[in-house]
């Protein structure tokens, strides 16, 4: 038999080892009551500090309405708070509770951890040469890469 074409595709198989990678947060971060797409919003507020929904969603790189109902999930568990606008009552900024930097603080080294796991075997110089061929395809795509350094 003959392999499908798609197992040869770079982006499918890029596809994979991000959701593992998202699965291995999400497990490692559970004991904490995060999953790995709230690790993403609590990192990007504590680089960015206070930001819009939109601004979340470009940080993350998840649609602007999953932030919203996902950051609506954070603050009902006391994770984040939202600054309402005083100009506009339809514009608010999300920014970090007590407890959400609490978590996060015990997050980050979670998930600088497993980072670093998953880089074994690879040198500085290799990850180096990863992320300009990353950001060469994500040019050719018109993907947005945050440059914010997160881990």
């Known amino acids: ?7 040869n595709w770079l982006i499918r198989r890029m596809s994979h080892v991000v959701e593992r990678h998202l699965a291995n947060i999400s497990a490692a971060l ?3 009551g995060l999953t790995a797409p709230m690790w993403r919003v609590l990192n990007g507020l504590a680089e960015c500090g206070p930001s819009s929904i939109s601004d979340i969603a470009v940080h993350t790189a998840f649609e ?8 609506g999930r954070m603050a009902d568990l006391g994770l984040v708070e939202s600054l309402g606008d005083t100009t ?4 608010r900024n999300v920014r970090l509770s007590r407890e959400g930097k609490k978590k996060h603080a015990v997050a980050r080294e979670i ?3 497993l980072n670093a796991a998953s880089m074994k075997g690879l040198d500085a110089r ?15 795509i018109g993907a947005h890469i945050p440059s914010d350094g997160l881990p």
């Open 64 to 71: 602007r309405s999953y932030v919203s109902r996902l950051v």
């Open 30 to 32: 559970r004991p904490y």
């Open 126 to 140: 290799d990850v180096e040469t990863m992320m300009g061929l990353m950001d060469k395809v994500a040019v050719n």
């Open 111 to 113: 998930v600088i951890a």
């Open 1 to 7: 038999m003959i392999a499908p074409l798609s197992v």
């Open 88 to 91: 506009d009552k339809r514009f």
